[in-house]
């Protein structure tokens, strides 16, 4: 059903099951593409639950704009069929996006130097590859980024 | 065929209840030929960062008939475009986009149809089956002066539900509504049913 996301100050609630049985119905083709497996775009040293609470917000929100400007936009669905479950989880994760958004407006989503040095290495990982491959594999990542908000 | 330029479909329209959601519109007439429709999406994130991509709807491109199932492809609480054009042989008309964007938390919530029945002493609900989407609350209670209102939440696909062990000769009453975690809505109440239980009354 929903979890409720608590980010520091900044409180959302979202249908992360939803997502996740969404993801799952592609992981495997989307994974199978990606065929570099000596790079990880996001790594455990970098996840949410280990960045402090006033900081998670921010990070995620990065995260999310990542994903939204340059995965979903960077990847070239095989079919139809992938096609509409990117797009599903596009739309999803739009909606958690605007919501940290609103956070922000209302001063609860600071970004401190904690979450400016892990999104820094996170896109720094994402950028050694070429955009193509790196929106597979980020894509592909999608379920570390999901296992990240569960444990929040 | 004698057509020069198809004309595009008018009147597009989208009727959503409990979480269905059609698109229909009028059909184009061609004398003697059959007409096909392709309906397209977008969703939010597409407008916002991909605006030239639509995304062919999963059931009508192409269909025949003037309507069009949208249920499976609107699957996030975003607002969504939608486009249909029709196609006759070669030619194809020009797209027509619905007037104002789409959002399923605007989908209308329909009381549930419930049925009491008694198994023995035993009070049970069978509520109407509205898809996954769907939670109901059951709100129940035995009918006497200051009796306390139990409430049950009733997950989708779970007929029927016990909700309470019943005394001859009292009688209970039942409501529900249901519960859209997606839009985070619910419906308006069902009609009040209430059952008289055979039997006399237990001595006080």
Redesign the interface.
């Known amino acids: 059903g929903l979890k409720t996301l608590h980010l520091g100050s900044c409180v959302i609630t979202t249908n992360l099951q939803g997502i996740r049985s969404g993801f799952s119905e592609i992981r495997d083709s989307v994974q199978a593409k990606d065929e570099i497996i000596d790079i990880r775009i996001l790594r455990k040293t970098q996840f949410l639950q280990g960045t402090k609470p006033a900081d998670q917000c921010c990070l995620l929100h990065h995260i999310l704009r990542l994903y939204l400007d340059r995965v979903f936009k960077n990847y070239q669905p095989p079919d139809h069929h992938i096609f509409r479950k990117v797009s599903r989880l596009a739309n999803s994760l739009l909606t958690i996006k605007k919501d940290l958004r609103l956070c922000h407006a209302h001063m609860s989503c600071p970004c401190g130097e904690e979450a400016k040095e892990k999104y820094s290495q996170i896109l720094s990982h994402f950028e050694e590859l070429p955009p193509q491959a790196a929106a597979v594999k980020a894509l592909g990542e999608l379920d570390i980024l999901l296992r990240w908000m569960e444990e929040v | 065929d004698g057509v020069a330029v198809l004309p595009a479909p008018q009147n597009l329209s989208m009727q959503s209840t409990n979480m269905k959601h059609v698109l229909t519109w009028s059909p184009v007439i061609v004398p003697e030929e059959i007409i096909r429709y392709s309906v397209e999406y977008q969703?939010?994130?597409?407008s916002?960062?991909?605006s030239h991509i639509w995304?062919?709807s999963?059931w009508c491109s192409p269909t025949q008939r003037p309507e069009c199932d949208i249920t499976e492809?609107i699957?996030?609480?975003?607002s969504y475009s939608l486009r249909v054009r029709a196609t006759l042989g070669s030619l194809t008309s020009a797209w027509s986009t619905l007037k104002h964007r789409f959002n399923q938390n605007s989908t209308i919530l329909t009381p549930p149809g419930m049925e009491i029945t008694m198994d023995g002493f035993h009070l049970l609900i069978k509520l109407e089956d509205l898809g996954p989407h769907f939670e109901f609350f059951v709100f129940y209670w035995r009918r006497e002066p200051g009796a306390k209102e139990h409430v049950k939440v009733v997950r989708p696909g779970v007929l029927p539900v016990y909700l309470e062990t019943v005394e001859p000769g009292a009688a209970y009453c039942v409501k529900a509504r249901t519960f859209v975690?997606?839009i985070g809505r619910h419906s308006a109440f069902s009609r009040t049913e209430c059952v008289k239980v055979q039997g006399e009354a237990l001595p006080l």
Request: aromatic residues 12%; without cysteine.
């Open positions: 969703g939010e994130y597409e916002l960062y991909t995304i062919p999963s492809d699957t996030a609480t975003v975690k997606a």
